[in-house]
């Protein structure tokens, strides 16, 4: 017997199939055409009444009864009614988002259902296709059928209002039609009982699998948390973070709590959803349910979740502590303006971002926090921030960390109103935090970075500034690059407009990387005065000394192959004399590699995902070179808990300020090493084996060029000198204790071929550069702290990923730490003891104590200001006025004395 009539002759199914295309409609027009109404129960009535009216239509039809052929059009009544469940779940939240698999699963079932009418014309393999999927959707519908069996009491209670409360029941629903319709046609054929088994089996095959690798997985966790790594004293997570393999399913064990659903042995199902908003969207997941039934959660804390997350998925962005959710923001503009200087080889980059809030929720839960995070090139710092608050530009002013944090959490969480931060973490990145973000509505914001430019060889490159956050992918960008001077053998991405050597524009689709390359020409001979100092750009050459080398330490990780660390314990033993030559092994500590333990050495260090090496380990700085090939992610050093022996020992070390030899492979570091390289812990090298060949041959390396009035920024090949300003002919001639020294140097600009710029005062983004790489060479020895210890310029929350400063031991830093937050104010920099911040209300920083520096340069600019005359400038300027308007007033004057006389 025929299941279903054609659909030629079928109306009341073809009226199904309608309802539905316009419930899914309904269903999904919040997201087809934001911004979406406030209350969202008016779209699942919409629903509702679809799956009423066609239940009265199936009544009124007869095809609920036995022998009608009614199986077909139940089908689609059953799929209006889940359609209508999940859109109810969006306002009376039974479970969380579903993961995309699922959701693909449950639209693929659906389908299948869809197609029964058509089910006996069917040749006999689709026929088999359809039982093996329906056999599928069996085991789909059976999880959320015991999934719902907790409120199945409720939902026959509360069933007589509207009968809402029997959506809990379709899952039950469907389970039982799918048996029905595979009893129905392995009664024609009962060979296709074999392939609605073999989709039971498949369904039951794959989260046997998975559940195993979970449980698997979850065990390695354990006994890696349970071998704590004492001997070096780590925190445990850190020998899981080392040892557990990358995958998708460590991931979601990771996850487990913090945005995965998960079982609870109290309450079952329901009992235990993510405590902490994890940056992404709060999801189910049934194969994460079912796994969780037998393994529970896993050992390591929420906290110690996270910080693995951070080490190995690069999830730091993800991982930042939220005060409210942000799960419905969107990035929706960027204008990107940038002012290049290619003479002084630094450029100043404006990014004006609107983030959209695309809500669909009812009314009372639509503020939400949006949190970038920007990714900056290597000594580059953050210089102006500003918030749009009730139409008009608020500016930031700058503080200490403390009072910026504090701030911001206070109105954030208790007042709700208008504030923005912007924070420095580790690895070259800034967080900025806008609140609140109302439903259906954007809010604008503006954060300016200053920053040098990349030289390589005869190439200066401009990379774009690019951010983690509210997702860009529908965003629109326009881009506007204004030079200084003439840019020479331009090269432009494929997607910029073309412009002139000066001017370059495009807009379009959102573009995170990408750079813009020009020709070098050298450095102009400009200064910045302020404050009586100037600040004076020369080139960097690298300079290289004897290297007497008595101690190699290998880095060693999964990043290497064998042929590199084969290669290198060769070289090394070839040397004469031969230094001695070390890797660090877990445990066992510094172990000898010899031609007997080289293999052995490399197969179990080889296996770990990074290394933190153990920097007070390392006998003899003066004598020692560390060779290291890094992984993308690790932990930085504010993961490590101040409080173990590895940060104190750690901390111990740098403020000897000691800086040992580093040479990396390739151009990557860790983060953890990127931290260090920050903050001029070691000197730096970087290249393949052959420069490293070329270092052990000749027995040199990197000489330190840095002063307390000099600091290197090497990518760009500059350096930055602070001299004392003498004005007895202006800046022209200015004199300092090191005049032999920087005549020296200006020689040695000039043999580039460096020209003199338009003018002699460079652009205010020269001092702040140098404050910036300033502080941090400052701080270089006061690295890793409690948060009990934190000068008055620390913070414990938000973005725990801060570098903390320490009370000086007396050999850490040279400057006091209240020297480097006035430094950081003069500048107007976001610094690790500095930020910026913008709130609504000028009682708002009176009451956080948070005040305007007179003697600052207040927020960057597009049209950055030259240098700001001193007091002995101004007095030969009036000087200069003085004498001009004499000179035009006096024969004027005598003019009409002698008319008047003549009168």
Not at 138 to 151: K, R, S
Not at 339 to 347: C, V
């Amino acid at each position: 017997m025929p299941i279903a009539p054609l659909i030629t002759r079928d109306k009341i199914w073809f009226t199904g199939l309608v309802m539905i295309v316009f419930s899914l409609f309904f269903f999904y027009f919040p997201v087809l055409f934001p911004p979406a109404p406030v209350d969202q129960m008016g779209f699942f009535l919409l629903n509702y009444v679809f799956v009423i009216l066609y239940f009265i239509v199936l009544a009124a039809s007869g095809r609920l009864k036995k022998g009608r052929n009614g199986l077909a059009p139940m089908f689609l009544f059953l799929i209006l009614f889940l359609i209508s469940a999940y859109a109810l779940n969006k306002e009376m939240s039974i479970f969380e988002r579903s993961t995309g698999w699922w959701s693909v699963v449950l639209v693929l079932s659906c389908l299948n259902y869809m197609g029964l009418p058509f089910f006996d014309r069917l040749p006999s393999v689709l026929q088999h296709v359809v039982c093996l999927l329906a056999g599928l959707s069996l085991v789909v519908f059976g999880y959320l059928m015991i999934y719902l069996v907790p409120v199945y009491i409720f939902g026959a209670i509360y069933s007589f209002f509207l009968g809402i409360s029997l959506h809990c029941f379709v899952p039950l629903l469907l389970f039982i039609y799918t048996i029905v319709f595979i009893r129905r046609a392995g009664e024609e054929n009962r060979r296709l009982f074999r392939s609605w088994w073999a989709g039971i089996s498949l369904a039951l095959l794959a989260t046997i699998v998975f559940i195993t690798r979970w449980v698997t997985i979850d065990r390695d966790i354990t006994r890696h948390y349970k071998k704590e790594g004492v001997d070096q004293g780590l925190p445990a997570w850190v020998n899981v973070a080392q040892h557990i393999p990358r995958g998708p399913i460590t991931e979601k064990i990771l996850k487990t709590g913090l945005i995965y659903s998960v079982y609870n042995s109290h309450w079952g199902f329901f009992g235990d959803t993510p405590s902490r908003n994890f940056g992404e969207a709060r999801q189910h997941d049934p194969l994460v349910i079912l796994a969780t039934l037998f393994t529970g959660e896993p050992v390591l804390s929420e906290q110690e979740r996270i910080k693995v997350l951070e080490s190995l998925y690069d999830s730091r962005h993800q991982a930042q502590e939220r005060l409210w959710k942000g799960d419905d923001l969107c990035t929706q503009t960027v204008k990107t303006s940038i002012q290049l200087y290619p003479g002084l080889h630094l450029a100043y980059t404006e990014k004006n971002i609107t983030v959209a809030n695309n809500s669909i929720h009812m009314a009372g839960r639509d503020e939400e926090e949006a949190i970038y995070t920007f990714h900056l090139p290597e000594g580059a710092v953050v210089s102006s921030l500003s918030l749009r608050i009730n139409g008009q530009e608020e500016k930031g002013k700058l503080t200490t960390r403390e009072k910026a944090d504090s701030a911001y959490k206070t109105i954030v969480s208790h007042e709700r109103r208008d504030p923005s931060v912007v924070h420095w973490q580790e690895g070259n990145t800034v967080s900025v935090r806008v609140f609140p973000v109302v439903a259906r509505e954007s809010r604008l914001f503006t954060i300016g970075i200053t920053a040098p430019l990349e030289k390589k060889e005869d190439e200066l490159i401009y990379r774009n500034v690019y951010f983690d956050g509210p997702s860009p992918a529908d965003a629109t960008e326009s881009v506007s690059i204004h030079s200084e001077s003439p840019l020479s053998a331009l090269k432009l991405p494929s997607f910029f407009q073309s412009g002139n050597d000066r001017t370059i524009q495009r807009q379009g689709k959102y573009q995170a990387d990408w750079a813009l390359r020009f020709r070098e020409k050298g450095l102009d001979k400009r200064a910045f005065v302020f404050d009586g100092k100037q600040y004076a750009l020369e080139p960097y050459y690298k300079h290289r000394e004897p290297m007497d080398l008595r101690q190699v330490y290998l880095d060693v990780n999964k990043s290497w192959t064998r042929e590199e660390y084969e290669k290198i314990v060769e070289w090394v033993q070839e040397m004469s004399p031969q230094p001695k030559l070390w890797v660090y092994v877990p445990k066992d500590g510094m172990v000898a590699v010899t031609n007997a333990t080289m293999d052995g050495l490399f197969d179990k260090l080889s296996l770990e995902q990074f290394s933190l090496f153990p920097l007070f380990g390392i006998d003899g700085t003066a004598a020692s070179l560390m060779i290291s090939k890094s992984p993308s992610s690790s932990p930085v050093l504010a993961d490590l808990d101040s409080g173990t022996g590895f940060s104190q020992r750690t901390q111990q070390y740098l403020s000897q300020r000691k800086k040992w030899r580093l040479f990396s492979l390739g151009s990557e570091l860790s983060p953890y090493l990127k931290s260090l390289k920050e903050f001029r812990a070691f000197r730096y090298e970087q290249g393949e084996l052959s420069a490293l060949h070329e270092l052990l041959n000749k027995k040199e390396f990197a000489a330190d060029p840095e002063t307390d009035d000099r600091v290197v920024i090497d990518p760009a090949g500059l350096v930055i000198s602070r001299r004392k300003e003498s004005v007895d002919a202006g800046t022209d001639s200015a004199k300092t204790d090191s005049a032999e020294t920087d005549s020296t140097r200006t020689e040695d600009a000039k043999t580039e071929g460096a020209e003199p710029g338009p003018d002699l005062h460079a652009p205010d983004h020269v001092l702040r550069l140098f404050a910036y790489n300033h502080i941090l060479q400052q701080m270089g020895g006061r690295l890793i702290c409690d948060p009990a210890d934190l000068i008055n310029e620390g913070q414990t929350s938000g973005d725990r990923r801060t570098v903390h400063v320490v009370k000086d031991t007396g050999a850490g830093m040279r400057n006091d730490p209240s020297e480097l937050i006035s430094e950081a104010r003069q500048a107007h920099i976001v610094s690790p003891v500095s930020s910026l911040v913008v709130l609504e209300k000028q009682e708002d920083y009176d009451r956080f104590g948070i005040l305007d520096s007179k003697n600052s340069l207040k927020n960057a600019s597009l049209h950055s200001k030259g240098s700001v005359p001193e007091p002995g400038e101004w007095a030969v300027l009036l000087l200069v006025v003085m004498t001009f308007l004499y000179v035009l007033w006096e024969p004027r004057r005598d003019f009409r004395n002698n008319k008047t006389r003549h009168s």
